[in-house]
């Protein structure tokens, strides 16, 4: 109990520092950013507020200024259930990606994640 109150309060911290602490966003034309927003449009963040690995994640798709849906599996039993039912296991950060064709790919580890929107969406893209 003790434990998880410490835990939380750090998550709450640091999540805090986050959002005073924002990097600046990547900054593209109007068209290209129009059509960035359709490709993330088909994306969302399985995460916890205060996951520093989530965080983390967060903080990339800020920078990088991705429209992507975050989604507190923590808090919402309806987005927990989603990510064990169709990801296969509560971890978060999980990116859920929808392609067009309908298939569903679920991504975790906040470095993999990064790195696969690096390499979609980063400057060198």
């Known amino acids: 109990m003790i434990l998880k109150l410490v835990r939380n309060a750090l998550g709450y911290t640091i999540a805090g520092i986050d959002i005073l602490t924002r990097p600046r966003k990547l900054k593209r034309s109007k068209q290209k950013q129009q059509q960035v927003d359709s490709e993330t449009a088909q994306m969302a963040l399985y ?39 169709q990801g296969g296991k509560i971890q978060v950060p999980c990116l859920k990606i929808t392609n067009d ?25």
């Open 47 to 85: 995460q916890f507020f205060g996951c520093p690995f989530c965080i983390k994640t967060r903080r990339a798709i800020h920078r990088l200024n991705l429209n992507i849906e975050c989604r507190d599996a923590n808090s919402d039993n309806a987005f927990r259930k989603e990510l064990l039912e």
């Open 101 to 125: 064709d309908g298939n569903t790919t679920w991504l975790y580890e906040s470095g993999a994640i990064i790195e696969h929107l690096e390499s979609q969406f980063g400057a060198a893209a």
